[in-house]
């Protein structure tokens, strides 16, 4: 069983802010960190070559420094990384960008039996990659996984739907993105680290994986950023100090669900 | 580099620095007294050419791609969404948000039902603003299946052209939307907050959330048809039905492709709360402090007819599941009264609640950004303000 996960290098976006006066982003100080749901998705890689011996390979796509989530990666157990990386890839959309990856993908494995996402990266929130890549590679697609299991060729998945939970069957290869809910992530030991930082980490750019010209980067882009603006800000209503009056604040409270109706007058 | 989606001339530019100041993606530095690109962070948005008062940066102006004839596109569709043979709320909201666009547009809305055993929803589309109405009843249809909705959505966008399709960002809309614009090699918009017409190019205007909601960025897809988008359940409001409408129904026959998956069982979520149809919400943030601190809430709740909703520091902290979470990485919340306790509102939960009929906070802090939302802002110590609430609500009742 060989499967690929697929992660990605972000910034840590509870951080990052908008300067009012300049409309730019203020990323000084910002850590990059490993998509959080990516860890989710290593984690079900990971337990796959605990159970049944799979081969785990990492691909991320992103500047030469993106190689430290990698890294991690392999400290945490991953068998071999490769890192995605080209100024022609610069500026990709969701279709450039699954574009990318897929040609990585179909170089590592043209067959691979699992090719694993988080349910969505934090910085940019779109959900749309592994579907797209599931599309390209011309594989099933599951989403908002929770729970797998793998039998032989077979594959049952529990996954998070908007009112309750899908249990799905379906028969390998596939595409699967993965939600929180399904484990914790493992934590990388002191060995894995020392062997991790070693460990050779080719870099695949356009030509590598055979990516057309037309398909990658702006180009290759359909949308358009046209413009990029602060959150507007609300002003607020009624504003009261309940420190040093805290019956006032309770009276105040109760008159307005009482004009709401949910309490009686 | 010749790639580059700018151009800065050496000999105009003085070194300002105020092309820096101006780009959103840090994609210009200084070398000496000249502004220098990074191309691998430029997203060709230009604001550096508007920015520079020497005239020393332009853009590279690029050819539309050949192909596809943009004018053969026309009308605005919803993809209305069942499940378990019920066309969702979103559908509806999507029918509102469409029937105001394609107004803008000088169109026809259309609303497109995959589904089995689906033929009356027609009248409903109708009546919530769809001009015609296209349904493709199948039993391979009944459940969602990525490649067999692809298959059929995509089926339909190659016979009849839409101009601007819209779907819900649900869990199958977020999914299914992404391999139909992939395979009709177009552009998607994620989880938008507003869309309208702009009135010069005539392309969409979609308006999203990126970085977590600390900046929000309007994206148009202009040489690519359909221009897509999902939109999140709850963002837009439903119309009333107006069952005076009139409108046709097209009954689609597709050949469809085999489903790659299959559903062996569907669980209804037994926790019975979907805070996202909830009418009242009491919300829990940090200020908590610990997860037994749920219970009073929960009370609260109880008091006023709602459901206990939190924010991710609740959920990050082990004390509630996600399903309970408000915000972006949750859900987006529009109850009638939304009670904020102990929340500081990181952007991020400001816009998973933002479009709550009434808000009422209590934070500690006075200048916690959810004050900034909401309509009755209590500064206090939420330990001594709630039991007070509590007391003050039992004898009420």
Sequence with gaps: ?265 | MSDAPIIIDPVACKGCKKCITACPFDALYMEGKLAVLKPEECRACNACVKACPFKAISAVEKEAPKGANLADFKDIWVFAEQRHGKVQEVAYELLATGRRLAGERGCQLAAVVLGHGVMDAAPHLIAAGADRVYIVDRPELAEYEADVYTDALNQLVAKYKPEVILAGATAIGRAFFAKVAVRARTGLTADCTALSIDKETCLLHQTRPAFGGNIMATIMTPNHRPQMATVRPKVFKMAPPDPKRSGETLFELLDLVAPSTRIVRTDKDLSGVNIAEAEVIVAGGRGLKKAENIAMLERLAELIGGVVGVSRACVDAGWVTAARQVGQTGKTVCPKIYVAVGISGAIQHLEGMRSSDTIIAINSDPNAPIFGVADLGIVGDLFEIVPKLIEALETKR
């Excluded at chain 1, 697609?141 to 929770?146: A, D, H, I, S, W």
């Excluded at chain 1, 050779?200 to 046209?226: N, Q």
Aim: include cysteine; aromatic fraction near 4%.
């Design chain 1, 1 to 265: 069983m060989h499967v690929i996960v697929c992660v990605k290098q972000v910034p840590d976006t509870t951080n990052v802010r908008i300067n009012p006066e300049t409309n730019t982003l203020m990323r000084e100080g910002v850590e990059s960190i490993m998509n959080p749901y990516d860890e989710y998705a290593l984690e079900q890689a990971l337990k796959l070559k605990d159970k049944h011996g799979a081969r785990v390979s990492v691909i991320s796509m992103g500047p030469p420094q993106a190689d430290v989530v990698l890294r991690e990666a392999l400290a945490r157990g991953a068998d071999d990384g490769v890192l995605l990386t080209d100024r022609a890839f610069a500026g990709a959309d969701t279709l450039a960008t699954s574009y990318a990856i897929a040609q990585a993908i179909k170089r590592i494995n043209p067959a691979p039996d699992i090719v694993f996402f988080g349910k969505q990266a934090i910085d940019g929130d779109t959900a749309q990659v592994g579907p797209g890549v599931s599309e390209l590679l011309n594989c099933a697609l599951v989403t908002y996984v929770q729970a797998l299991e793998v039998e032989g060729d077979t594959f049952t998945v529990e996954t998070h739907m908007d009112d309750g939970t899908d249990v799905i069957e379906g028969k390998l290869p596939v595409v699967m993105t993965v939600v929180k809910e399904a484990s914790t992530p493992r934590f990388a030991s002191l060995s894995g680290w020392m062997a991790a930082k070693k460990a050779e980490i080719p870099r695949w750019g356009a030509a590598d994986v055979k990516a057309v010209k037309e398909m990658i980067g702006l180009d290759g882009s359909p949308t358009k950023v046209v413009k990029i603006f602060a959150p507007p800000v609300k002003t607020g209503g009624v504003r009261m100090d309940g420190r040093g009056d805290p019956a006032a604040a309770v009276e105040a409270i109760v008159r307005a669900l009482q004009d709401k109706g949910v309490v009686k007058s």
